[in-house]
């Protein structure tokens, strides 16, 4: 074997010894798809096993996602058999990474990892036994082609034994999942989708406008990655899959509150078109804008299959709970914000897409904003404030071209938003917030930018906790917080009288009292009125992956918390009258709440390191 091979088995082998995982931060747990030694297949067809997939065509009537039944027959049956899902469907050595192309002897037969899996006796405890099994996958339409295979010899020794026939969309390179956000003015709408149409071959176009008008037509932007884009393994071996062409149409000059329909849609360089079923949205309020105005904040959300392949490892328990909780309640919800950890994809880029597919029914719809977390950013020698593999080598490249924030630079993934009497500062806990740095003036900027007499409600939020957190991790550590966190920050929450400090990174659910350099500075628990002379700190990392445990020690300043996934839900009435209310995902119901009432005066008064300065001139 030549030392160009060697290397890159090497690489290979250290993406499975080495797989970036939770373990070594405070989440535990591992991507489900870094447990299958996928270069250390072995090809051992055989004819007495056989796997046929149906139905072979989907997507006939435009659906983005199809059930799919796969029986297989086995003579030789075992405990650890399992199934991949491959796509594109001719899965061997021609897609392995380039330096693997100068001698096909030396090339691993399988080198990309399947987009999910199940063990074959999923369904049917009875496998080992008759050989035969029926398994349902759902599939989405990821703009190529698709095929089963049957292994033998586990995750960690697989053999070949039997391949399935090919099955596609009717239109693979569709537009598929939209995902809207706010654009940089408070009266635009991005959109964002997925296709597999490049600029070359067809011109995106978002169509929209108020329901029973001629729709107008707004062209749309075009990007994509490769895999020279990404930092390194697996993203750059065994978990690249090419992400598509994304499409970003800029809807602008929105009337506040009104609503819009709207198409995605492609004209094909031979004139004729392509486009989405009809989504709608509604615009957001003016600035200041006095109306009922209601906020979904959560993070740590993760992925899961609703067919439950690749949950052996039990990543994200809760992610479809959360999901659902949300589409249940879409008609009362405004706006949702994900700060941070969104699919744990980790370097396997197929997840990006089944992630989108999960919360397609939000995001196209609400306006999904979103944070950078260490599951997005994080990789040595990157420029990401914290020297981990996180991201599996994303290094950020997947969740900034996949989806929009009003980022003056999306790779420095911080940026401000109104919604209303709300502002928004989302900071990136990935990149250096400390005094002095380019993220810091940001940080007071957002904060003292805002017009309090229209805007009252003022928000921080980030993905680590940068404040409060009475997670063990964080206990044992002596810190109960991200070092250099409020140490740097606190000043600038209290200065700008910031009312509610949100955080992710714990997956779990804790709040505060009001405070200001560990000191509570209000009483009580369930409403605050008067003067705001501390910031509240929320951690509402329970989004959907496993849960973090909290210390024994007794927090003093933490006043409710819960070993559970959930969600916040803020309900702005007017300008004086906030709700926060903490909502299980498991069943919608409220756990926790608080209320704030207060005027316009009491945001002006004199608190402690939170004053104007004055004269005595007269």
């Given at each position: 074997?030549?030392?160009?091979?060697?290397?890159?088995?090497?690489?290979?082998?250290?993406?499975?010894?080495?797989?970036?995982?939770?373990?070594?931060?405070?989440?535990?747990?591992?991507?489900?798809?870094?447990k299958?030694?996928?270069?250390?297949?072995?090809?051992?067809?055989?004819?007495?096993?056989?796997?046929?997939?149906?139905p072979?065509?989907l997507?006939?009537?435009?659906?983005?996602?199809?059930?799919?039944?796969?029986?297989?027959?086995?003579?030789?049956?075992?405990?650890?058999?399992?199934?991949?899902?491959?796509?594109?469907?001719?899965?061997?050595?021609?897609?392995?990474?380039?330096?693997?192309?100068?001698?096909?002897?030396?090339?691993?037969?399988?080198?990309t990892?399947?987009?999910?899996?199940?063990?074959?006796?999923?369904?049917?405890?009875?496998?080992?036994?008759?050989?035969?099994?029926?398994?349902?996958?759902?599939?989405?339409?990821?703009?190529?082609?698709?095929?089963?295979?049957?292994?033998?010899?586990?995750?960690?020794?697989?053999k070949?034994?039997?391949?399935?026939?090919?099955?596609?969309?009717?239109?693979?390179?569709?537009?598929?999942?939209?995902?809207?956000?706010?654009?940089?003015?408070?009266?635009?709408?991005?959109?964002?989708?997925?296709?597999?149409?490049?600029?070359?071959?067809?011109?995106?176009?978002?169509?929209?406008?108020?329901?029973?008008?001629?729709?107008?037509?707004?062209?749309?932007?075009?990007?994509?990655?490769?895999?020279?884009?990404?930092?390194?393994?697996?993203?750059?071996t065994?978990?690249?899959?090419?992400?598509?062409?994304?499409?970003?149409?800029?809807?602008?000059?929105?009337?506040?509150?009104?609503v819009?329909?709207?198409?995605?849609?492609?004209?094909?360089?031979?004139?004729?078109?392509?486009?989405?079923?009809?989504?709608?949205?509604?615009?957001?309020?003016?600035?200041?804008?006095?109306?009922?105005?209601?906020?979904?904040?959560?993070?740590?959300?993760?992925?899961?299959?609703?067919?439950?392949?690749?949950?052996?490892?039990?990543?994200?328990?809760?992610?479809?709970?959360?999901?659902?909780?949300?589409?249940?309640?879409?008609?009362?919800?405004?706006?949702?914000?994900?700060?941070?950890?969104?699919?744990?994809?980790?370097?396997?880029?197929?997840?990006?897409?089944?992630?989108?597919?999960?919360?397609?029914?939000?995001?196209?719809?609400?306006?999904?904003?979103?944070?950078?977390?260490?599951?997005?950013?994080?990789?040595?020698?990157?420029?990401?404030?914290?020297?981990?593999?996180?991201?599996?080598?994303?290094?950020?490249?997947?969740?900034?071209?996949?989806?929009?924030?009003?980022?003056?630079?999306?790779?420095k993934?911080?940026?401000?938003?109104?919604?209303?009497?709300?502002?928004?500062?989302?900071?990136?806990?990935?990149?250096?917030?400390?005094?002095?740095?380019?993220?810091?003036?940001?940080?007071?900027?957002?904060?003292?930018?805002?017009?309090?007499?229209?805007?009252?409600?003022?928000?921080?939020?980030?993905?680590?906790?940068?404040?409060?957190?009475?997670?063990?991790?964080?206990?044992?550590?002596?810190?109960?917080?991200?070092?250099?966190?409020?140490e740097?920050?606190?000043?600038?929450?209290?200065?700008?009288?910031?009312?509610?400090?949100?955080f992710?990174?714990?997956?779990?659910?804790?709040?505060?009292?009001?405070?200001?350099?560990?000191?509570?500075?209000?009483?009580?628990?369930?409403?605050?009125?008067?003067?705001?002379?501390?910031?509240?700190?929320?951690?509402?990392?329970?989004?959907g992956?496993?849960?973090?445990?909290?210390?024994?020690?007794?927090?003093?300043?933490?006043?409710?918390?819960?070993?559970?996934?959930?969600?916040?839900?803020?309900?702005?009435?007017?300008?004086?009258?906030?709700?926060?209310?903490?909502?299980?995902?498991?069943?919608?119901?409220?756990?926790?709440?608080?209320?704030?009432?207060?005027?316009?005066?009491?945001?002006?008064?004199?608190?402690?390191?939170?004053?104007?300065?004055?004269?005595?001139a007269?």
């Amino acid at each position: 074997m030549g030392m160009g091979a060697l290397f890159f088995l090497a690489v290979l082998v250290s993406c499975f010894v080495n797989a970036p995982s939770a373990s070594a931060d405070i989440h535990g747990g591992e991507q489900p798809l870094a447990k299958i030694a996928i270069h250390k297949t072995v090809l051992a067809l055989r004819e007495s096993a056989s796997i046929k997939a149906r139905p072979s065509l989907l997507g006939q009537n435009d659906e983005d996602t199809e059930w799919i039944i796969v029986k297989l027959t086995n003579t030789d049956p075992a405990e650890d058999d399992w199934v991949g899902v491959f796509s594109p469907a001719k899965f061997n050595e021609s897609l392995c990474y380039p330096i693997l192309q100068r001698s096909h002897e030396e090339s691993p037969y399988i080198c990309t990892a399947p987009i999910k899996y199940k063990y074959a006796n999923d369904s049917n405890p009875s496998y080992t036994k008759t050989g035969k099994t029926a398994l349902k996958f759902q599939l989405i339409n990821q703009r190529s082609d698709f095929s089963f295979a049957l292994f033998s010899g586990g995750l960690s020794n697989p053999k070949l034994i039997a391949v399935s026939n090919i099955i596609a969309f009717a239109n693979p390179k569709a537009p598929v999942f939209p995902r809207l956000a706010q654009g940089k003015a408070w009266d635009e709408m991005t959109v964002t989708w997925t296709s597999g149409y490049n600029i070359d071959e067809a011109y995106p176009f978002v169509e929209w406008g108020w329901e029973g008008d001629t729709p107008m037509r707004s062209p749309a932007g075009t990007l994509t990655f490769n895999r020279g884009s990404l930092c390194g393994p697996p993203a750059t071996t065994v978990g690249w899959r090419h992400p598509g062409y994304i499409h970003t149409g800029f809807l602008k000059n929105l009337w506040p509150n009104a609503v819009y329909y709207y198409k995605l849609g492609h004209m094909l360089n031979d004139g004729t078109y392509v486009r989405s079923k009809t989504y709608s949205f509604r615009a957001s309020p003016y600035p200041g804008q006095e109306s009922l105005q209601r906020v979904i904040m959560f993070g740590d959300m993760g992925k899961a299959e609703r067919d439950g392949s690749n949950e052996y490892a039990n990543y994200q328990p809760g992610s479809l709970n959360t999901t659902d909780q949300l589409i249940r309640d879409l008609d009362n919800i405004d706006i949702v914000f994900l700060i941070g950890d969104l699919p744990y994809a980790n370097g396997y880029i197929s997840q990006w897409d089944q992630f989108t597919a999960q919360v397609a029914e939000i995001t196209s719809t609400k306006a999904f904003m979103i944070a950078s977390g260490n599951h997005e950013r994080d990789w040595v020698d990157s420029g990401s404030f914290f020297n981990t593999q996180d991201s599996g080598g994303e290094c950020g490249v997947p969740a900034e071209t996949i989806y929009y924030t009003p980022a003056e630079n999306r790779a420095k993934f911080w940026y401000q938003t109104d919604y209303g009497m709300f502002r928004f500062c989302i900071i990136d806990s990935e990149h250096d917030w400390r005094e002095g740095s380019e993220q810091y003036q940001f940080i007071e900027k957002c904060l003292a930018s805002v017009d309090r007499k229209h805007q009252p409600w003022l928000i921080f939020a980030a993905h680590r906790v940068l404040g409060y957190s009475s997670n063990e991790w964080y206990a044992n550590e002596g810190s109960f917080e991200e070092p250099e966190g409020r140490e740097h920050l606190q000043k600038l929450w209290q200065k700008y009288k910031v009312d509610i400090a949100f955080f992710g990174h714990v997956h779990s659910y804790e709040r505060t009292c009001p405070i200001y350099q560990n000191q509570c500075v209000k009483t009580g628990t369930s409403h605050y009125s008067g003067v705001v002379n501390g910031t509240i700190h929320a951690v509402v990392g329970g989004g959907g992956s496993h849960l973090s445990k909290f210390t024994p020690i007794n927090t003093f300043w933490s006043i409710y918390k819960d070993y559970d996934w959930g969600f916040v839900k803020l309900t702005a009435f007017n300008r004086s009258s906030l709700l926060f209310e903490y909502k299980k995902s498991r069943d919608g119901e409220v756990y926790d709440s608080f209320t704030i009432s207060r005027d316009y005066k009491d945001v002006l008064a004199c608190v402690h390191d939170g004053c104007e300065f004055t004269t005595l001139a007269a």
